[in-house]
């Protein structure tokens, strides 16, 4: 597995390149540099995941490992750099080089004129490299590496154009509350190396597999682990950092803040999915979070106006999902609409990028409207991202989210019910913008509409690419009722098999699935039609900004104003609190006392200090003197 | 040679330090202090390769000193001090560089070289009375260049540090003579200190004298606010000198000195002095939460990673000592880094409040990116030096409870939030009159940016060569001493 190590290095050495040459190469050498590393880790990748394949093929585990080095060690605690290579990690490293590469691609042209060209490869390449020593680690710690890695430059990138200190803000705040998902996660690691003696996925899951179900530690390590989770992958109560989070530029949202990142959090628990099942409470609080935030995000992103808002919402919204699944034991489920949601996000922030790139940086959708004709290739590609988002058959979405929502129905109709309204509002929200986006007249400014333009090739064809997969990514995971072959579960087996065979198994008779998917099809297609007669037929356009909204639509506009209720809670109190410490506890009461104490050695002291009035350099010298003498009168004289 | 080598590191700078004193032209006499460190750090290496690590003394000299009284001059390193000469040696040569574009005389050069011999005393002397000799020896040279070298109310405040940091070593002292009185052979060696076996009551008398000496020292909260005002008015060399060595003398005190001499006091009141150190962590950064001043804000942050150590230090365990070693010597990295930038800062915006600084990424990207990675490294990210500490540190907290560890861990979220904002102030943002004409980092200051960089990083991929020098010591002392 030595092309293993050149899949993260390769990226490494395009951020090393041109981090230092930035000022140096031209756009072309930093573009081929920055895309050409992730194409050849790509490609590396199909290798590596062939090989897997290959090997699953015949009933193998497929799981392989390869130690770079021993990185830290203490007494019995021994960390290596050490990569794991098994059906989980060869599908997510095809995603990260894959996307990432299109992104890539897509960036030469959208960033064309941003004076920080050189700036923007070099840390994308380096956003690659952390992710994938996320994906690759073969324990905790490497994880941590990259869970950490990608935290940074996600602070980097999102705070890109730092002038703007708003945006210096949003990534501040993202890396700030990841971290305390972070804290989750580091205790979770002391724990597990107490418990286990090691961090290595394959000493500590085998191990875990051995123990009963509503172990405490377990219990414990597992909610510790769906902290960390709760940071990186935007969930209730930490994830207000992803909206804001669309300061970056909009590749990087596609990237980071849509197909990779985030879901980061989601491989976590699948990789440590035996913890999880053998605590179902800690499920339970999975499921629950999950649907809550997937409900409150869709619910707030139906009255958004920024088209990156209502994505990122979006992002928010189906990430929930993601926990819903892995909530009920839905692993694969859960992984398949990562694998979806990877395509049909990518592909429409990219399209919303190529939306505004058109709009010479517009990004509200009330000043946007008829753009269909104008941007066809942009337009249809957004319009089969919406469809297969909605959930609507034969595309991708709807395969990934019914799997969640028929598991779902299983553990508890109630869990289904919040999914399936949760839906209701995908349907609605995505359709609205794209009615708002391409239908209609077009509202924007004279100068704009005079600029509109079709996106060059660089940003159309991972555009069409995406669009594709959006279309059959689908059949990755056909359901048996539908005669499919699950061959996404086949191939995942090995990873989840511990689980499965704890869990009660998949039972479910067709006809009631083919009902939940019927009823879940048939309700997106209502919610378009209902938006479309809101949006093309009405022609209603959302309403400015300071406008009043009624009720529920004012606390959604206002995203039920959590970062106010945050501020208020949490930010001030402690800035309160940091200047009672420094202006009364600190300086008056420690300090006071300290004073107090000191005086008497304060008058003393300024006695002596009458005698330090001479020339400086005779003190040193006779210091220096003294001390030589001393010492010389121990070494010679005696 | 090897047998000289130690010695021979004490009295370079001392005896460079004598002509020193009478050089009155800068551009000499920085170069003389500069190529004398650079000796001393080339015998360092010396002594590095030399050194075996295992649990061992080595390179150890006797020789009687005042033999009336039992004093002898007795030093030698083991894994547990030869990192902290490693690091004094490291950084002084880095420190001296920073300096070299300032005028600063011979007197001042003279008093950092004369400064680096008492460090090195402290962690090289295997005789109590020469450790105490060391340790007020490395307070008055640093005494005159914050004293007279220093900015406003610079004379009041450097009484103070001094008076402070004074009397608490007078506690040491009389401990220590208390403890030569029980000594059946009459004399101040580390050994004979080990081999004492005090009852309880007397050695917590003995924990409180040392340990209020080293807390004052590190600082550790309640003893700390001597500590921000003189690290904010001393020049930044010795503000350097001061976080970036000094004040592991504190902490090397308590691994050699504290706890093998008193571990019956360390049982009945180590709870206590682990207390101290986790509310000092979240005491003193959340007091750095709405600092304006940024060398301030450095100060109370440096407060807080050394309440980490100090924690790690009274957990002793493998995990928590090996943390507490590797990040002694990377905090002192990174602090002289963070406080070079502020320095490089104010020569130029002539300010260190964040309130008029910012946009400074855009005229000095190259002082940004070097900035950025100290900050990382500060924060503790992986792959930078500052995470493997940290991760030992917080893992061996663990073994004292969950809690501790929480409260310890703390410090990953708080850091972030002080240390992003500083540099949120201070390079992001729009440019404004004080920042607009701003000139990036070049020469010398580069190359000591450069070394840092360098250093942070190279131990965050690769921390084992450090680590290995002091396990077996390590291990050796923890096997040694036991608590409970």
């Known amino acids: 597995m030595t092309g293993l190590i050149w899949i993260v290095l390769l990226p490494l050495i395009g951020f090393v390149v041109n981090g230092l040459g930035r000022n140096v190469w031209s756009k072309t050498v930093v573009s081929l540099v920055g895309c050409g590393t992730v194409l050849a880790s790509f490609l590396l990748s199909c290798n590596v995941f062939s090989m897997v394949y290959a090997a699953r093929k015949v009933g193998e585990q497929a799981s392989f490992s390869h130690t770079v080095f021993e990185w830290i060690s203490a007494g019995s605690l021994h960390v290596n ?22 992104i890539h691609l897509y960036s030469t042209a959208y960033m064309k004129h941003d004076k920080g060209f050189a700036k923007f490869f070099a840390y994308l390449n380096l956003f690659i490299f952390f992710m994938l020593l996320l994906v690759l680690g073969s324990n905790y710690v490497v994880m941590f590496i990259g869970w950490e890695g990608v935290g940074l430059c ?139 935030t997937a409900l409150l ?60 790139h058109a709009m010479s940086n517009e990004q509200d959708m009330r000043a946007m409207g008829g753009l269909k004709k104008k941007l066809p290739v942009t337009f249809l590609t957004m319009f089969i991202g919406t469809v297969a988002i909605a959930g609507i058959p034969p595309l991708a979405g709807f395969f990934s989210k019914d799997e969640i929502l028929a598991h779902a129905f299983i553990q508890s109709k109630a869990l289904w019910i919040g999914g399936f309204i949760g839906a209701l509002f995908t349907a609605f929200y995505m359709f609205r913008m794209l009615f708002l986006t391409f239908y209609g007249k077009f509202r924007g400014t004279f100068e704009q509409e005079k600029h509109v333009h079709e996106s060059p090739m660089a940003m159309t064809v991972p555009l069409m690419i995406l669009a594709i997969l959006s279309v059959i990514g689908g059949g990755l995971n056909l359901p048996e009722a539908l005669g499919g072959s699950t061959a996404l579960a086949q191939f995942l087996a090995p990873v989840f098999a511990d689980s499965v065979a704890l869990s009660e198994g998949f039972h479910l008779a067709h006809t009631t699935e083919f009902l939940l998917m019927g009823v879940s ?60 410490c420094f202006k009364i506890l600190d300086k008056k009461v420690i300090d006071g006392l300290v004073n107090y104490i000191g005086n008497g050695a304060t008058r003393a002291g300024n006695v002596i200090r009458l005698l330090q009035q001479g020339n400086i350099g005779f003190y040193i010298f006779c210091m220096v003197i003294g001390i030589i003498a001393l010492l010389a009168y121990g070494l010679y004289i005696v | 040679m090897d047998n000289f080598v130690l010695l021979l590191l004490l009295l370079v700078p ?76 490291a950084l002084i040569p880095l420190i001296l560089l920073s300096t070299f574009r300032k005028t600063y005389k011979g007197n001042f050069y003279a ?30 040279p640093i005494y005159f260049i914050c004293g007279l070298w220093g900015g406003q109310n610079k004379a009041r405040i450097t009484l103070k540090f001094f008076i402070y940091t004074f009397s608490g070593s007078l506690l040491m002292l009389i401990a220590i003579i208390y403890l030569y009185t029980q000594v059946p052979t009459a004399d101040y060696e580390w050994r004979s200190f080990y081999e004492l076996a005090l009852d309880g009551k007397t050695q917590g008398y003995i924990f409180w004298a040392f340990f209020i000496a080293f807390a004052i020292k590190m600082p550790l909260f309640p003893f700390h606010t001597w500590q921000p005002d003189t690290y904010v008015v001393a020049p930044t060399t010795g503000t350097m000198l001061l976080s970036g060595i000094m004040l592991k003398m504190g902490v090397y005190g308590l691994i050699r000195w504290l706890l093998p001499i008193a571990p019956l006091g360390v049982n009945q009141y180590g709870g206590i002095a682990l207390t101290l150190a986790i509310i000092g962590i979240i005491y003193a950064s959340i007091v750095a939460f709405k600092q304006q001043d940024i060398k301030r804000l450095v100060a109370y942050s440096s407060i807080a990673h050394v309440g980490l150590i100090a924690a790690g230090v009274f957990v002793w365990n493998i995990q928590s000592l090996q943390g507490a070693m590797l990040q002694m010597i990377n905090h002192g990295i990174n602090v002289i880094g963070l406080f070079f930038v502020i320095e490089l800062i104010y020569r130029q915006a002539e300010t260190q409040d964040m309130q008029s600084l910012g ?31 940290e991760f030992l540190l917080l893992i061996g907290v663990y073994q004292a409870g969950i809690w501790p560890a929480v409260f310890a861990g703390l410090t ?20 404004n009159q004080k920042t607009a004409d701003f000139k990036d980092v070049s020469g010398v200051d580069l190359l000591v940016l450069g070394v840092i960089l360098v250093l942070i990083i190279a131990i965050g991929i690769y921390p084992k060569p450090l680590l290995h020098i002091s396990e077996a010591a390590v291990t050796q002392l923890i096997e040694q001493v036991k608590f409970n």
């Open chain 1, 81 to 102: 750099l050490s990569f794991l290579v098994d059906p989980l990690s060869a599908v997510m490293l095809l995603i990260i080089t894959g996307i990432g590469f299109l």
């Open chain 1, 521 to 580: 099809a048939l309700a997106a297609i209502v919610m378009a039609i209902y938006a479309y007669v809101l949006y093309v037929r009405k022609a209603i356009v959302p309403g400015a900004d300071h406008e009043k909204r009624k009720g529920l639509a004012q606390l959604s506009y206002h995203k039920f104003y959590i970062d106010e209720w945050y501020h208020a809670m949490i930010t001030k109190p402690l800035n309160n609190l940091s200047t009672f």
């Open chain 1, 297 to 356: 995000a869709a619910f707030i992103a139906v009255t958004q106006n920024d088209i990156k808002k209502v994505l990122a919402y979006s992002t928010v919204s189906q990430l929930g999902y993601m926990f819903l699944g892995l909530g009920v034991g839905a692993f694969t489920g859960a992984f398949f609409h990562v694998i979806t949601h990877a395509f049909f996000k990518a592909l429409l922030f990219l399209g919303a990028g190529s939306v505004i």
């Open chain 2, 412 to 431: 990953i979220i708080l850091g972030a939030v002080y240390m992003l904002r500083m540099y949120q102030g201070v390079m992001l943002g729009e440019i």
């Open chain 2, 14 to 89: 001392l005896i460079v330090a004598i002509p020193l004193t009478m050089v009155k032209q800068s551009n000499p006499a920085k170069w003389l202090a500069f190529i004398a460190s650079i000796v001393v750090l080339g015998l360092t290496i010396q002594l590095l390769i030399a050194f075996v690590p295992d649990a061992s003394i080595q390179f150890e000299e006797k020789f009687s000193w005042i033999p009336a009284l039992g004093i002898q001059f007795h030093i030698g390193v083991d894994g547990i001090s030869l990192p902290l000469v490693l690091l004094t040696n």
């Open chain 1, 154 to 292: 996600s602070y980097l990138l999102i705070g890109f154009w730092y002038h703007r200190i708003d945006y210096a803000a949003a990534a501040k705040k993202a890396f700030v509350m990841n971290r305390i998902g972070d804290l989750g996660f580091l205790l979770a690691i002391f724990l597990l190396f107490y418990n286990f003696g090691s961090l290595e996925f394959s000493a500590v899951l085998p191990k875990a597999a051995t123990m009963v179900q509503g172990d405490t530690t377990l219990l414990l390590i597992s909610l510790l682990l769906f902290v960390a989770a709760t940071g990186k992958s935007a969930q209730i109560p930490l994830f207000t950092w992803l909206p804001d989070a669309m300061a970056g530029p909009t590749p990087v949202s596609a990237l980071i803040h849509a197909a990779t990142m985030v879901t980061a959090g989601i491989y976590l628990i699948a990789r440590s999915n035996i913890l999880f099942t053998l605590s179902p409470v800690t499920m339970e609080v999975v499921a629950i979070i999950g649907l809550a």
């Open chain 2, 359 to 389: 946009g400074i990424a855009k005229p000095a990207p190259k002082l940004a990116i070097a900035f950025l990675i100290i900050v990382l490294g500060a924060i503790g990210l992986p792959l930078t030096n500052g995470f493997i500490g």
């Open chain 2, 111 to 140: 008093l950092v070289l004369f400064m680096q011999t008492g460090l090195l005393l402290v962690f090289t002397a295997l005789d109590a009375f020469l450790f105490y000799v060391g340790w007020e020896l490395a307070l008055i």
